[in-house]
Structures are given as C-alpha cells and as structure tokens.
T-cell receptor
C-alpha cells in the first residue's frame, strides 16, 4: 500500500523565516511532486523531480526551491516565507513511465504571519 | 499550454440520485491520460478513476464512471446512487506522454449531497 507522508499537517511561520516541508514515500517511486492548493485555483505544480538530485520547475516555482538527496524524500524549501505563500501544500509521488495515478500525502497547511 | 476546465464550482445532488461532473481538456496530443480525484474535507486526495486516450470503452470503478467523448475533449465523471460521503471536492486531471507523468489539474467542483 503506497504511503506518502508529510512532516507536518499544520505549520505557522513568520514572514522572512526559512521553511522546510518534508515529504517521504515508501513505494520506490521515481517521480515526486510539490503542489500548492488555493481555493478556486485548484492544484498548481511548484516543482517535480524524476530522479535523485534532479528537479524540474512547474508552473509556479518563484519563491521556492527543492531538494532530493534520496529517492524516497523530496523537500520543499521556502527561502524567505511571505504571507502570499500561506496555502495548502501537497506532495505526491508516482511511477515515471506511462500514465499512472499520483499518490498524495495528507497535505501541510502553512500559515505565514 | 495544456488546460483542464471544470465549469461547475459547486453542485448539489439528492441522496441516491446520479450526478455528472463536467471536465473538458485541451491538448493536441494523441496520447494522454485522464484522471479524477476526490478530496474530502479532511484534505487527502483520493484517486477515483482513470481513462486512457486510446481506451475505446468508458472506464468504470464501482459507482464511478467516466463519460469519455474524445471528439468533444470531454471526460465527465458520473457518480451513481449518490451517498452523503460523496460530498467533497472533485478534481479532473490530465497527463501527456513524455512529461514524466506530470499532471494538469482543473480548479475543481464542490459536490454536496443532500439527504
């Protein structure tokens, strides 16, 4: 059974702080993704990675960076958090080739004050 | 750019009735995959159903079926015999060949099942 876990369900940070969101999957998936979800906007892709140390920008990478040092772990980094980064962050993983469903973590609701 | 459109921000359905959630997509590719996800108020994204662009038959999974009309570029989700637990956000998504299974999501439809 695929499991994707995220380090926190709720997080409150101050403007300017460096924020780390961690995601771990246990199914040996090549692909990992970070999305942010905002009401009325659906899920928007921030970054994804198809291999260790590889990363690709999604639709809204500005203000974010990522790190993938191990296959099972994909971290999202907010270098200097801002209030407009208050959102729900969802991590997902999938197999690389073909059309496969993405498996999602429970999400992290980040509030930047 | 690939695009998924869900035109119904909110829908209501009576318990035990069927409901159709609309999804249209825009791609010039011949090969692609279409997905529907459910997101209850708890927040987790639950995969419901998948349709491949070359699949000739509409996909079905229990009470869920996907009404795939390729020429119209639509992939509507049909939920039969609605239950109170079906109240949730529903998202349509598409992936294309050679994109590393990158998904493009619609903005979602909020479904409320009325007892």
């Amino acid at each position: 059974d695929v499991k994707v876990t995220q380090s926190s369900r709720y997080l409150v940070k101050r403007t300017g702080e460096k924020v780390f969101l961690e995601c771990v999957q246990d199914m040996d998936h090549e692909n990992m993704f970070w999305y942010r979800q905002d009401p009325g906007l659906g899920l928007r892709l921030i970054y994804f990675s198809y291999d260790v140390k590889m990363k690709e920008k999604g639709d809204i990478p500005e203000g974010y960076s990522v790190s993938r040092e191990k296959k099972e772990r994909f971290s999202l980094i907010l270098e200097s958090a801002s209030t407009n980064q208050t959102s729900m962050y969802l991590c997902a993983s999938s197999l690389l080739r073909g059309y496969y469903e993405q498996y999602f973590g429970p999400g992290t609701r980040l509030t930047v004050t | 750019a690939q695009k998924i459109t869900q035109t119904q921000p909110g829908m209501f359905v009576q318990e035990k009735e069927a409901v159709t959630l609309d999804c249209t997509y825009d791609t010039s590719d011949q090969s692609y995959g279409l997905f529907w996800y459910k997101q209850p108020s708890s927040g987790e994204m639950i995969f419901l159903i998948y349709q491949g662009s070359y699949d000739e038959q509409n996909a079905t999974e229990g009470r869920y079926s996907l009404n795939f009309q390729k020429a119209r570029k639509s992939a509507n989700l049909v939920i039969s015999a609605s239950q109170l637990g079906d109240s949730a956000m529903y998202f349509c998504a598409m992936t294309r060949a050679n994109t590393g299974n990158q998904f493009y999501f619609g903005t979602g439809t909020s479904l409320t099942v009325i007892p």
